[in-house]
């Protein structure tokens, strides 16, 4: 049996479940076995001509720097064993973390999207929010560069170019970060032609960390991408919508289901708990009001 394979159903449990940390891993009781099989393999990771993280397997990589985004968000740069290879990973994929903060004898478990390009050799970098009690964003902010973390590989949605001519991405707070590592590929890719309408939710403007990189998409791909925000608590003289992600705002930027860019279109979901259920309700969800079937709707 290949390595990890036992624990593939509870990765893709515990990936749809939390990307950025914010809420509790869904299988408790997997949490000790894939601890210890963390635990002995960190140490144990043997070298490949494959990128590192090409096929499941836990690795320990080292922290090379970190920059603090804005209050509460720090951007960690991990390097990769060889610095002229990538990570490995797809779109849409994420890093599944393992620690142990305070002498802990269970492991924290918590899965991360990372946020520069796959395709860049030598590191991975994360966007970690740091959430009150949060034990995994508390320690990976109280890392320091030459400090190490183990991770392992956790696949999402299997992207295929130009399968849908237009997909809709919702996200909320820290959930940006598996939308803007699937946009950036996808306006990155020449064969791929598909259409992308981004909308963020969060709660004050500062939280719009990613701003400036979705506004360079922007003037690189006009006409293919567009970035909506929407601001809980906006601050004065504050040009961003201010409110949440509704239905009267998803049909205001041309996001109803009835609409032609949209019928064969893909709604990507990214938030909060409360915030999926609200868009994902198999009837009175506001996805399914604006005549989605639930497979045009994905959840990471």
Known sequence: MPPGTVFRPFLRATHRANVMGTT????????AGIGAYAWYTRSNSTSSDKPVFSSFGFHTLRLDSTELINHNTKKLRFALPDATKPSGLPLTSALLTVAFPSGRWLPVIRPYTPVNDINEPGYVELMVKLYPNGKQSTHL?????????????VRGLAWTANQHP????????????????????ILRDPTDRTRV????GVNTDADLFLRDE???LEREHPGRFRAVYVVADPGVGSQHKKGFVTRQLLEGVGLAAGEEQNRDGKVLVCGPPAMEKALKGKKTGVLAELGYRPDQVYSF
């Open 24 to 31: 509790q891993v869904a299988v408790a009781a997997a949490v």
């Open 141 to 153: 902010h109280s890392l320091q560069p030459g400090d190490t973390l183990t991770m392992a590989p």
């Open 166 to 185: 237009h997909v809709a991405l919702i996200a909320g707070g820290a959930g940006i970060s598996p939308m803007y590592q699937l946009a950036r590929g």
């Open 197 to 200: 309408t981004l909308v963020w």
């Open 214 to 216: 979705f506004a360079a």
